[in-house]
DNA sequence: TTTTAACTAACGACCGGTAGGAAGGGAAAG
DNA sequence: CTTTCCCTTCCTACCGGTCGTTAGTTAAAA
């Protein structure tokens, strides 16, 4: 229950934000009344973190197992469309609620230096320019993250390309190509 | 007056967003009644509508009047510090009232398209890649608006410096470097 | 027998919005 | 020049509705 409570709340969290939804939306989505929330969750502050956290946790493990800095970028296309979770991720990461802000700040900063890491582990430890090429990785990838919130599938998939076409010419010369 | 219910409005949906910010909290910070706002605006949705028209067209004209295009890149850092209109602009684009979302999106879109033209206006027409140079442009505009409501102002600058070395080598070769 | 998870009823606070009137300024009429 | 009138802009008082939350109860599970 307590999970089905928090995946229709991330849903309707991603869609209307913090502010904008009620917690009469989230019970009557799930299909029970409003009180029998306290069940579950002492607060609605308390739900909302407790989503967050979940989402956090289930982004960092993504990143952690990702051993293709290509293939991470395209798997968010997927992810965009097919997880709630991560869509509250997004949104909720863009316009936190004002309890939460300072907090989810600092997570975005450890989620943008462990991608760091990330890039200058996988990349060649030849190149000139690993710092560059995880600062531009991080360009990509939250320009990404804006064309998902806005644009078609389509126009991402062709950010994506063309951005990694410059990328692989700038960081990855000689390296094999996907 | 009414321009000053406008820009005290606006600083607080950039901060807290539609369904975040009453009518009271705005005729608190205006120094009026709550009541006395239907004096200017018949409504909550049309206060705001107003003032994501103004802002739009600001962006516009400053768009249309850029002639470099690293320097139009450059000015969203001063503009995000100190311009709230401009920010609630940002916010609200991200993250646009339910009854808005649809007209934003359209309003986006031609924004992008805008900054297309731009971009094939102002590189030089013997560039092969006109089309990739203003996709990586608005990549590289996005990444900065996003980082820009995160980071702190130094790091916005050195994702800049990057993006634009990088944008330089690959799309203005032989040009002349700023 | 205690715990858990659901319910109904209701709380005070606040929401966007309205009614009706007071104060002031400017234009028109005397 | 004064008076009348109107329009704008503000006010106080209040509306019905919704908000998040609590109290108290019930029924089933452990």
Redesign the interface.
Known sequence: MKETIKKAAAALFAE?????TSLAQISEKVGIKKPSLYAHFKSKDHLFECIIQDAFDAETKRVEAADDLYKLLESYLFLYEEDALFRFLL?S???P??FLKKRI?KK??EYLQSLEEKVKMVLPSDSVHTE?AA??Y???L??L???L??GTRERSQ??LD??W??YE??FMKGQKKR
Chains 1, 2 share one sequence.
Do not use: N, W
């Open positions: 209307h934000g913090y502010a904008g949104t990461s863009f316009f609620p004002d700040l975005y900063d560059d600062i531009m991080t360009i990509i939250d320009s993250l804006v064309e919130c806005y062709k950010r063309t951005a076409r410059v010419q700038a």
